[in-house]
Structures are given as structure tokens and as C-alpha cells.
């Protein structure tokens, strides 16, 4: 986190770097422990004890008791489904000593000895890491607690009453309160499965292969996943190695093609609606909200019914003698043309996207200063010549952020495609289909066919390019630089 | 104005002006009926009630637009047929679905909220790191966790859970709700076009942040608040995939109803599927409440959109 | 500091969820499973009610059984993947078919049978086929892992309206009824491996041999060799060309659409005339074409062409050949993560459940086609006595005689079957018909599947998946490289 600070070009200067910070919080620490009382000292080895020192009881109780269980819990290693928490789930880690099913005792019906839960070990490990980082951090404080006491003390001030120390949390202190339910949510069903996920691309967790194997341990791997995107070693090493650039390609054709035309097309839908003397504005906004309104999984897939081999489109095609045989819109029959789908789904992302930006772009267009217009009518500008020269530049001026936003939105759009086609046209012996993004590939190589360590891989490099396209727009983008401004 | 003297040029102008308005309603007519006729069918399907000659009902996809026979047995079939083995599941995928959403809207409204009230308002050290982290969290494909997140329940007994299979959706809320204060984003960017101004007096007449939150930000926030309880109450029922990994496909009576409907349409090799009109029945059902909701709140809707569009 | 406060709230939540829920489960050598006096079972969805209903009788009958049975449907086909996935939630006892019994086992998600009398009734009811390959192997031991109790197989539905029951009786005839309607003769209910067996399993009418060997030979009771596996013989090759060309026939064989293949069925559509699928697709099928318009027969014949056999020495043009099934039966198995004081109970349950009596009612009641020898008899009997429908008998009775041109799925010692399927033969043999490149694994890679040379070498890669799991580093110098 400090080097991510160190990073931002607007940072107020502080004096010292990434380095600095960590000697200062080094120094502060023989600091406390050479100036602070007996309780300060005593705080490094049992917390609180600077707290009842200072008789604030309550508190240091508190502090005691955090210890006891975290202590607890490293020692007596509680387990679930016969996987240790603790410092056996450290050693664990290691995926070393993992125990394969045994010999099956037909008397008793049960497995002699039942086999490790590697997923569990592995997940277990970083909870057991996370609850030691949060240790010392427990640590840190209750001796600045102690020390703030001695402080206190040393210009007569009386050590805060646990009264007041609630008081604070609701004034000083009141984002602790608000912002604890999130990070603890965040930490265990965010933070927590992330980490998970990112270390299992260093695995050889992969059902199909592990199924094979008649096994259900896996172990680690190195960067054996990362060398078969180049390689083509491994089980779906082939598929990574020939799909991935084609994937990746098609995902950033698709990201741009999507964000341009329902960007472009929800300001002229905007414009066209919000023409002056227009009557039934409302009416015509309200048919194109009715797309946002409806869930995306019912119109979705009620396009791509509409557009099927026996649908009422190509029907109305083939009535009207356009056409013979029916088209593969969505190309859901191998051989169907990958272009075609290609560019229906596009067009039936319109479908979607465009009344988003319609919406959005109302209430700009609608604000634009009245006198830029009248100002260009004087000069003589036509209508075409104003909308490229006022209206357009206005409005992307202010969505810029919104663009950069639906980018990476459209970069990670799973329902379009997942619902229209399924990643069709499909070629045998590859999951990844020809209209398969990068996250729909990734859906298809974990949920369906359970290889994690390959879907880690695939999930670890679509971040990497979302993080690179945000990291570097955002921080260029006017609402991240004077974002304290806006206050 | 100079009407008098050029009473020609401005008749042509308002004669441009009427076929330019003219095109105009033109254009947005068709487009309204291309905007319209995917949802108009699933609508007609959902009224459809054909039969094959020896009396069969045909549920599937047929070619023809307009059904040939109308009737409402779709839906009375809808609401008590056996799918997947559950008697009356319909109605219970709803009330599923019903409890998940309205949890996770309490959920999920509140911690955005006192997040994006703390980055927005509350100066303190971890203010921008914090952001930072939340921005790179939120980047990472969802799916990847998912797993994870399905041992994580399981090993708590919040899904797979044969025992006690309801409590799936317990997990269920969790994992809809648990990230949802890292999408602060939006709300922040309403919080922001609050004058700290008057926030500052606040303080100066002692209140504390907490009163300010309750007294001053809470009230002024309406347009967010619902906008967020939208947002969350309406994503339960549409997603389908979080629900199907942490529900299971063995827990066909706690699916949600997205889930229930994409079985009805793709079922699986071994069993009749393609119920479509079943299908587009139950869409309507599901469609009707939501739309209407939208509908209503659409204003809200729309400034929570701008503002975080403007605001990034 | 205040963070206490904050962090004190963090560690207690995670501490109780984390701590508190594993107390219980302490005990780390076992399953961790507890007896809660419930069994659970899962079957197919179209009989849920019906073993519910026949459960409750059982522990109606018998108050010292001593569970409460709860059956819940599922469905079949993805059913055995569920359970490989994650087996401590799933049922007590589950049923797949028997092909997924080697990856089970050898996953360790089921437990074997150890029952004697269960044994001894399996033993006795069920034909020899079937006794094959329902033992597995757990480290070095054999054991009997599923309960057989439907028999399954490929047949042919059919258009009646446009179809002669002359015509359905060959490929060739098909072909001649959709050049008269103008469409495609017959489709598939899928690509998978089990649908598309029918070609790779075609046997000859006059010996009535399989084209394809697969572990012949094996023995998979003594858990030992995989024996011959063969897709390279003269005659899978020349069937295969065969297809080609009757896939490429405008009149011909067509993918199912993705509207499904009930889709093609539709007589608005007529997308085909014919569809090869299973029994449990009779429900599908009759809603596409009413129940007066379907016909239900064998999988038709075909004759070799001259083209076919073009340069291929063992077979002649005009031999006939049967289009051939996977002939499965599927079984009731117990999971491994069952509490071990259930164990008994559950194999008193499936000597009741898979006993002759009730399959016989699950034929009556859910159109099961049962497994055990002689259920021919039960069927036709039950046909005159008026009890099913003639459509409904004949879906049975051609089932039934389909099985004769069957063999069930093979698997030897755990989980080689699964390689058919999860290495992508059925892919490869879906581009040998449409004449396509396949990609696959290592560097080899079969560039075209039109010639003779190509449908050769992608034949020999089905054959290598399935012995070996993995694909060939390189093709042999000449195919064939047996004899």
C-alpha cells in the first residue's frame, strides 16, 4: 500500500519514502519500548498489559482476551472436515505431507485413513496467515495504546476512559466503525478467495487430470501453467497455446466495438429523442428503458431464440425467399461463419447498451450551455457542424470516465455472450469457442471443465490486461487527479 | 423579430424543420419496434397454447411470430408443475429469490453507504489506499473467486450442506452482499456534490460524524439509497451463475429463479427440456414486478447512473 | 486505539466462523460424516416420485429399518461429475450410468458392495455384460461397485407421417423418404460419445461382429489387462467413409440444430425424419411428433458403397452393416462419504430397490426399461395384458433387441473410459465426418480427414486416447499397424 502512495504523482510530500516509512516504524519501536512505562514494555509480550497498568481495564481486557484466542487458535489448530487451522495448516501449505486415500475396510465400510483435502489445506493456510498478520497488527496497537496512555500521563492528561474511546468511534474515529463491516466482508469473501484463486494457478489442480490419475491431492507446481501458454505442455496446454491469442484479440475487438457503437449510438438515440419539438419524448425513452428494466437473461435469451436455426426470424427470412437454408445468426452449428456471430452479437449488444448511454447522455445534453449553441447559430454553423463541433466534444468531455469504465466492463462482459451465443461457433476438441471473451473462456475451463489451475492462469492475465488498461487511463483521467478537489 | 422581412427563408425553415421532425419520428419508431419485438414476443410466447394434431402441446420454439392460439395455460402449468422434482417450484424459486434479494439489498445498501460516506466525507490515513485497493479487487474477473468462495461456504456449512440444504442461501446473501462495499464508486460520486460546506457548520455546532451522517447525509442521500436498493435488490434476479455454484444443481427447491428458468430452456441431454413458453411465462412473472419497480424509481435510477458515469 | 474496537469485531466474527463450525468434526482419520437417521438417494428425474413412493412402502413394511428415506431427482447426465466434484454433499446413494463407475471408484467418491446376498442377486439377475463391467478396483482389490437396474440403448424414433416402416429400416431408405420431402433423413440427439456410438459400433448383419474391438479380452474383475483395443480394421474405416459421404448427402445425416434436435423433428420445421437417441428422449420425441406419428424401431442398416471401400482389402461394397449402441445399464451406488453405520442398511436397500419387482413397476410407472435377464418377457406380457401403450411397448421391445447390437461401455481398472470422453474422442470422430482438421494434444495434428490416409490416422487417435489417456507423439510410419 505504501508503494502504491509512493506511485501517486499528487501525493502531498511526506518527507520520506517507502524505506523511510519502514525504518520510522522500526525506530518507533525501540522508541516505545525504551521510553514507554512497565506496562508499555510488558505490552510486547502480553497485550492489554499496558492498558490495566494504566487501569483502563476494559480495554485491556479486550486486548488479553484477542491474544488468548488468536493464540488458541494457532495452537489448538481447530479443524473442519479433518483440515487444521493453526500452525498445521502452515505446514500444510507446503501440500508435502497430504495423505491418498487408503485401504477401503469393507467390515466397517469406511476408508482406513481418508485423503488430504488440498483445497481446504490451501485455503486454510492463507485464513491462518491473514489471522497472524492480523496478530501483529493487534500487537502494534495495544502497545501505541499503551504508549498514547504514558503520553497522556507525562502531560497530566488521564489515560481515555473506555466511555470516551466508544465516543470517539462514532466522531474521530467513526469511518473504523463504518468501514469494519465492509473490510471484514471484503477481506473473507474478496480478498481471502482472490489470493486463493491467483495462488492456484501455481497448482496442479485440474480435475480432469487429477481424475485420470485416480487422485484427488494436487500439489504445486512452479510456473508450469504460465510456460504452457507458450509451450502447449500440460492437459489444456494445446488449448491455451492455440486459443489464447485468438481469444484475447477477438476479446479486445469485441471490448472496443462494443463500447464505441453503443457509446456513439446511445448520443445520437439521445439527440434524436431530445430534438426539440418532439412530442412523446417520454413515451420513446420509456420503450428504450424497457431493455434496462428487463432482466439481461430474459432478453438475451429471448434474441437468441428469435434468432435460432427453426426461430421466427430466419422463418421470416425464408418465407419472404431471401434466403434458403436457414443462417447460423449466433453460430450455434460448427461451420457456421465465426464472422457472422461475431458481429451479431455486437449488434445485438447494442441492443443492450445503447439506451444505458441514452439515458445518461439525456441529462447532459440537456445541460449543455445554451449560449455555445447560439453563439455557432450566429456564425452560421449548420446542425451537423454543431453537433461535432459543440455537442459531441461536450459530451465526451464529461463521459470520458464512463467510456473508460464500459471499456473494461465490455473487456469482462460474460452475460452478452454467455447468454447469446456460449462462446459458439465451437471447434472440436477446444472449449474455447470462436465469440468466447476471455471470461467466458474462463468460466468454461473452471466451472465446466474444473481445470482451476489453467482458469487461474487465464483469470490472472484478464486482470493484468484490465488492471493495465484502468490503472493507466484512470490515473490520468481528470475525476482521479482532483478528486480531493471535488470536496 | 424579423419575420416581416424574410417571411420566405422562415417558411422554408419551418418546412425543414417539419421533415426534419418528421425523419425524426421515423427513425425512433422503427427503432422503437426493433427495441420492442424481442420483448413483445417472450410476451406472446408466454400466451401461446398450440397443440399438435393428436392434442400434444407444443412448448418448444416455432417459427411463427404470432401464436396461433392463445390461452393461459402456461402459466397455470407454470405455477404447479413438478420441475426438476420439486413440486410447486415456481412459486418457491420466487419466494427464493424474494428472500435472497431483500437481504442483500439491506445488505449491500448499507455497507455501500457507510463506505462511500467515509471516502467521500472522513479524512483519514488509509483514505486513498483503500480506494486503491478496492478499484484493483474490483478488477479481478468475479468467476475467479467464485470457487473459493463455494469452498469457503462449504466449509462454514453455508453451501452443500446436505443436512440442511436452505442455508445455501444464507451463503448465497453472503456472497452477493459480502463485496458490495467495494462498489462505492457511484455513491461516492453523489456523496462528493454534497456541500462540505455544510457539513463543516455541522461540525462546528459539535455534532459528531455520526450525527451528521444520520442528521444530514442520510436524508439528503435518498436518490442513492434507492438507486443502491435497486441495484441490489434487482441483481439476484438476474444472476444465475453464482446462484447454480453455491445452490448446486442438486438443490433444485433452493435455486433462485434465473437459475430455474435457464433450466426450464436448456435442461440437460437426459432430461425433456426446452420448456420455452413455460420459459417466456415465467420471464413475464419475473419481468412484471421489476420493470415495474424500475419504472417507478427511473429517476433515481437515472442520477445514480449519471453521477457515477460524470464521476468515474 | 480505537481500531481495537474495530479489529476486536473482525477477529471475533472470523474466529466464530472459522473456530466455532469446527469443533464438532474433530476426529480427522474419518469420513467426518454423521448419521442423522436419513438416507439420502438420488436418481434420475423421471422416476423421483416413483422410488419415493416405493421407499416409503419399503419402510412401511419394514418399521425395524430404521431411516428415513428422502429421494430426490437429479439429473443423470451430469450427475456423476457433480459428485466427483464435491462427494460430501452429495447423496448417500446415487445413481449414474455405469460407465462413470470406474472414475467414482477410483476417486474414491463411492464405496463398494460387500453384502453377500446383494452380490448374489446382482450376480444372478444380470446379464453377463452387464457383470462386467460393474467391478472396480480400489488399490489392488476388486470390488463390485454398482447395482444395475435400467438398461439403456440407442434406437431409432422416426417420422411416420413420412417415413415407410420399410423405410426406417435402412439408411438407405431414409435417404429416399427426405429426398422426397426435401430435407435431411436422419439427425442425433447430440455429439457426445454415447450418441455417436452408433457408427463406431456398427456391426456387420451377416456375423454380427463389431467393427470396433475395444479391451477385448480384458479382464477387468481380476482389476488386470486392459486387453485389445482396435478402431483401426478395414471395416471402422470403411463405415466411416461411409459416413462421410451420407453426411455430405443433401438428403443425408444432419447435426442436430440449435434449436435442438426436437427442433428438426417438428413437422413445421422438418429439419429431419429420423433422430438416434435413447429412451429417455420418448417423451421429447412424442411431444415433437405426437404420439400417432412415432414410429420406434432398431438403428437402421447400411450398405457399403463402392467409394466406401476403395482401397481397403477386408470389406467389400455391399456388405451390410447395423448401425451398433453403447448398451448401458445404469446403477444405484453408494457414496463413500456415507456414515459407516449406514453402510448396512443401504445394501438392504438396494436388494429391495434393485430387485426384479420393483423394476418391473418402474418399467410400468416411469417406462424404464429394466435390466435384469428375461425383462423381454415382463414387457411383452405386459403389452397384451394392456398395461402400456403399443408405442410405449415397442420403445421397450426395440430397446431390448437393440441390446443384442450393443456392448456396454467399456472401462478396465478405474478410469480409461473416462479418456474416451474427457480427451475428446467423440471430437475427433465428429470431424471425421465432417471432413475437418482436428487440433489435439502434443504436436501432432490431423490435417484433413477427407482422405483415406486422414480418416485413417484420426481413427488410430480415437483408438490411442482410449488406451492410453493421452494423445500419440507421432503416428506410425503406416496405418494400419495391426493386423
Known amino acids: 500500500m505504501a508503494s502504491k502512495s509512493k506511485a501517486d504523482p499528487n501525493k502531498k510530500p511526506k518527507g520520506r519514502g517507502f524505506f523511510g516509512s519502514i525504518g520510522k516504524f522500526f525506530s518507533d519501536f525501540v522508541k516505545r519500548f525504551a521510553d514507554g512505562s512497565i506496562g508499555t514494555k510488558l505490552s510486547h509480550f502480553i497485550f492489554g498489559a499496558g492498558n490495566f497498568y494504566h487501569k483502563q481495564y476494559v480495554k485491556g481486557a479486550l486486548f488479553l482476551l484477542l491474544q488468548i484466542a488468536i493464540l488458541a487458535f494457532m495452537i489448538l489448530c481447530p479443524t473442519i472436515n479433518g483440515t487444521p487451522y493453526g500452525y498445521k495448516a502452515l505446514a500444510n501449505l507446503t501440500l508435502k505431507n497430504v495423505t491418498e486415500g487408503g485401504q477401503f ?14 483445497q ?67 477481506l473473507v469473501f474478496t480478498v481471502l478467495p482472490t489470493v486463493f484463486m491467483i495462488a492456484l494457478a501455481f497448482t496442479s489442480y485440474n480435475d480432469p487430470d487429477m481424475n485420470a490419475a485416480g487422485t484427488k491431492l494436487f500439489g504445486w507446481n512452479g510456473i508450469e501453467n504460465f510456460k504452457s501458454v507458450f509451450t502447449g505442455e500440460g492437459s489444456l496446454g494445446v488449448e491455451i497455446k492455440n486459443r489464447f491469442l485468438p481469444v484475447l484479440g477477438w476479446t479486445f475487438i469485441w471490448a472496443i466495438f462494443a463500447t464505441l457503437t453503443c457509446y456513439f449510438g446511445g448520443i445520437i438515440l439521445a439527440l434524436l429523442i431530445n430534438k426539440k419539438g418532439l412530442k412523446g419524448k417520454k413515451i420513446f425513452r420509456t420503450i428504450f428503458i424497457l431493455t434496462i428494466a428487463v432482466p439481461q437473461f430474459i432478453s438475451l435469451l429471448a434474441v437468441r431464440n428469435l434468432l435460432g436455426e427453426y426461430g421466427p426470424i430466419n422463418s421470416l427470412l425464408q418465407n419472404l425467399g431471401w434466403i434458403k437454408e436457414p443462417i447460423g445468426f449466433l453460430g450455434q452449428n460448427p461451420g457456421d461463419s465465426e464472422v457472422l456471430a461475431k458481429i451479431m452479437v455486437i449488434i445485438v449488444n447494442m441492443w443492450v447498451g445503447i439506451p444505458y448511454t441514452m439515458l445518461m447522455t439525456s441529462g447532459i445534453l440537456m445541460n449543455i450551455p445554451t449560449d455555445l449553441y447560439e453563439a455557432a447559430r450566429v456564425d452560421g454553423a449548420s446542425t451537423t457542424k454543431m453537433f461535432f463541433k459543440i455537442t459531441l466534444p461536450y459530451v465526451v468531455f464529461i463521459t470520458t470516465p464512463y467510456l473508460i469504465s464500459s471499456f473494461v466492463g465490455n473487456l469482462n462482459s460474460f452475460n452478452t455472450i454467455f447468454l447469446l451465443t456460449g462462446g459458439s461457433p465451437t471447434y472440436p476438441g477446444y472449449a474455447a469457442g470462436g465469440t468466447d471473451l476471455l471470461v467466458t473462456w474462463l468460466y468454461k475451463v473452471t466451472i465446466e ?21 484502468t490503472l493507466v487511463t484512470y490515473r490520468r483521467s481528470k475525476a482521479y487527479n482532483e478528486e480531493d478537489t471535488f470536496q | 423579430m424579423s419575420n416581416n422581412l424574410r417571411p420566405m427563408k422562415i417558411k422554408s425553415q419551418s418546412r425543414n424543420r417539419r421533415v426534419s421532425l418528421g425523419v425524426t419520428y421515423t427513425i425512433l419508431i422503427v427503432l422503437s419496434i426493433i427495441w420492442l419485438v424481442p420483448l413483445i414476443w417472450i410476451v406472446l410466447s408466454a400466451f401461446r397454447c398450440e397443440y399438435h394434431a393428436d392434442g400434444t402441446f407444443i412448448g418448444r420454439v416455432t417459427s411463427n411470430f404470432f401464436p396461433k392460439q392463445f390461452g393461459l395455460k402456461n402459466f397455470t402449468d407454470l405455477f404447479t408443475a413438478n420441475y426438476c422434482g420439486v413440486p410447486n417450484a415456481f412459486p418457491r424459486w420466487m419466494l427464493n429469490t424474494l428472500i435472497v434479494a431483500a437481504a442483500d439489498c439491506v445488505i449491500s445498501t448499507f455497507l455501500v453507504l457507510s463506505v462511500a460516506y467515509c471516502m467521500s466525507k472522513l479524512k483519514f490515513k488509509l483514505r486513498k489506499p483503500f480506494m486503491n485497493v478496492a478499484m484493483i479487487i474490483g478488477l479481478f474477473p468475479s468467476f475467479m473467486s467464485m470457487i473459493a468462495i463455494y469452498f469457503l461456504l462449504k466449509s462454514i456449512g453455508l453451501s452443500g450442506n446436505t443436512e440442511n440444504p436452505a442455508l445455501s442461501l444464507v451463503g448465497l446473501i453472503f456472497a452477493y452482499s459480502a463485496g458490495a462495499g467495494l462498489g462505492f464508486q457511484v455513491a461516492k460520486g453523489f456523496f462528493d456534490v454534497i456541500p462540505n460546506a455544510l457539513v463543516e457548520s455541522a461540525k462546528l455546532d459539535g455534532c459528531t460524524n455520526f450525527k451528521i451522517f444520520r442528521k444530514i447525509i442520510l436524508p439528503l442521500a435518498k436518490p442513492i439509497i434507492i438507486y443502491q436498493a435497486l441495484m441490489s435488490f434487482t441483481g439476484p434476479w438476474m444472476d444465475f451463475i453464482f446462484a447454480r455454484v453455491i445452490i448446486g444443481a442438486k438443490n433444485p427447491e433452493y435455486w433462485t429463479v434465473s437459475v430455474g428458468l435457464y433450466s426450464l430452456l436448456f435442461g440437460s441431454s437426459f432430461s425433456d427440456a426446452n420448456l420455452f413458453t413455460q420459459f417466456a411465462a415465467g420471464c413475464v412473472i419475473v419481468a412484471i414486478p421489476i420493470v415495474t419497480l424500475f419504472m417507478f424509481l427511473q429517476k433515481y435510477y437515472v442520477e445514480g447512473v449519471t453521477a457515477g458515469a460524470v464521476k468515474g | 486505539m480505537k481500531k481495537l474496537f474495530a479489529i476486536l469485531l473482525a477477529v471475533l466474527m472470523t474466529a466464530t466462523m472459522f473456530v466455532g463450525c469446527g469443533g464438532s468434526s474433530g476426529n480427522e482419520g474419518e469420513t467426518g460424516e454423521k448419521d442423522d437417521g436419513v438416507i439420502r438417494i438420488w436418481v434420475g428425474e423421471e422416476s423421483a416420485d416413483f422410488y419415493q413412493k416405493k421407499c416409503d412402502e419399503y419402510t412401511a413394511a419394514h418399521p425395524e429399518f430404521g431411516y428415513k428415506i428422502e429421494v430426490k431427482g437429479m439429473d443423470t447426465g451430469s450427475v456423476a461429475g457433480t459428485i466427483t466434484q464435491d462427494p460430501t454433499a452429495a447423496a448417500d446413494i446415487f445413481t449414474v450410468a455405469h460407465d462413470n463407475i470406474g472414475k467414482l471408484a477410483a476417486t474414491q467418491c463411492a464405496k463398494p458392495i460387500t453384502d453377500e446376498t446383494l452380490i448374489a442377486q446382482v450376480l444372478a439377475d444380470n446379464p453377463e455384460s452387464f457383470q462386467k463391467v460393474i467391478y472396480s478396483n480400489t488399490n489392488g482389490q476388486t470390488y463390485l461397485y454398482g447395482v444395475p437396474y435400467i438398461s439403456q440403448a440407442l434406437l431409432l424414433y422416426y417420422n411416420k407421417s413420412m417415413v415407410t416402416e420399410e423405410q ?4 438407405e431408405g431414409l435417404r429416399e423418404a427426405a429426398q422426397a420431402a426435401g430435407t435431411k433423413a436422419i439427425t442425433v440427439t447430440g455429439d457426445d460419445g454415447f450418441n455417436m456410438s452408433f457408427a463406431l459400433l456398427a456391426r456387420k448383419v451377416s456375423d454380427h461382429s463389431t467393427t470396433v474391438k475395444i479391451y477385448e479380452g480384458a479382464d477387468p474383475a481380476a482389476g488386470g489387462s486392459k486387453g485389445e ?20 448427402d443433401p438428403n443425408g445425416f444432419k447435426w442436430p440444430s440449435s434449436d435442438g434436435w426436437d427442433a428438426d423433428l417438428d413437422k413445421n420445421n422438418l429439419g429431419a425424419l429420423a433422430v438416434i437417441g435413447g429412451a429417455w428422449h420418448y417423451n421429447t420425441a412424442k411431444a415433437a411428433l405426437g404420439e400417432t406419428n412415432l414410429g420406434i424401431t432398431l438403428i437402421p442398416t447400411f450398405e457399403l458403397t463402392p467409394e466406401s471401400v476403395e482401397g481397403l482389402s477386408s470389406v467389400s461394397a455391399g456388405d ?34 434393485s430387485g426384479k419387482e420393483v423394476q418391473n413397476a418402474s418399467y410400468l410407472e416411469c417406462m424404464n426399461v429394466p435390466a435384469y435377464v428375461g425383462a423381454a418377457d415382463f414387457i411383452k406380457q405386459c403389452f397384451e395384458e394392456g398395461k402400456v401403450t403399443e408405442s410405449q411397448y415397442n420403445l421397450a421391445a426395440t430397446q431390448v433387441s437393440m441390446a443384442e447390437w450393443g456392448i456396454p461401455q467399456p472401462f ?46 484420426a481413427l488410430y487417435l480415437v483408438e490411442y486416447l482410449w488406451m492410453h489417456g493421452v494423445a500419440p507423439k507421432e503416428f506410425p510410419a503406416s496405418l494400419p499397424d495391426k493386423a
Open chain 1, 449 to 469: 471443465q474444473g481445470a482451476y489451475n489453467t482458469g487461474a492462469v487465464i483469470g490472472i492475465f484478464t486482470f493484468l490486461i484490465t488492471a493495465t488498461i
Open chain 3, 320 to 353: 451390410v452393416f447395423r448401425g451398433g449402441s453403447f448398451a448401458d445399464c445404469k446403477c444405484f451406488m453408494i457414496n463413500a462419504y456415507s456414515a459407516g453405520s449406514k453402510y448396512a442398511k443401504e445394501q438392504e436397500l438396494l436388494m429391495y430397490l
Open chain 3, 412 to 457: 478396465v481398472t478405474g478410469t480409461l473410459n473416462t479418456y474416451y470422453y474427457s480427451k475428446n474422442a467423440p471430437a475427433v470422430l465428429r470431424a471425421i465426418i465432417d471432413q475437418t482438421a482436428y487440433p489435439t494434444t502434443g504436436d501432432i495434428l490431423v490435417q484433413d480427414t477427407t482422405s483415406l490416409e486422414g480418416v485413417r490416422k
Open chain 1, 120 to 186: 481446504l489445506m490451501v485455503l486454510f493456510g492463507f485464513v491462518t496467515i491473514a489471522v497472524i498478520i492480523i496478530y501483529f497488527i493487534i500487537w502494534n496497537k495495544n502497545i501505541e495504546s499503551s504508549y498514547k496512555a504514558d503520553m497522556d500521563r507525562k502531560v497530566g492528561k488521564k489515560p481515555s476512559t473506555i466511555g470516551e474511546d466508544v465516543k470517539t468511534l462514532f466522531d474521530q474515529k467513526f469511518h473504523i466503525t463504518m468501514l469494519t463491516p465492509t473490510c471484514i466482508a471484503a
Open chain 3, 229 to 248: 483395443c482396435n478402431c483401426q480394421g478395414d471395416d471402422t474405416v470403411a463405415v466411416y467413409r461411409w459416413l462421410q459421404t451420407y453426411a455430405a
Open chain 3, 168 to 171: 426406417a429400416k435402412s439408411f
Open chain 1, 105 to 118: 475396510d469393507p467390515v466397517s465400510g469406511k476408508f482406513a485413513e481418508f485423503s488430504s483435502n488440498c
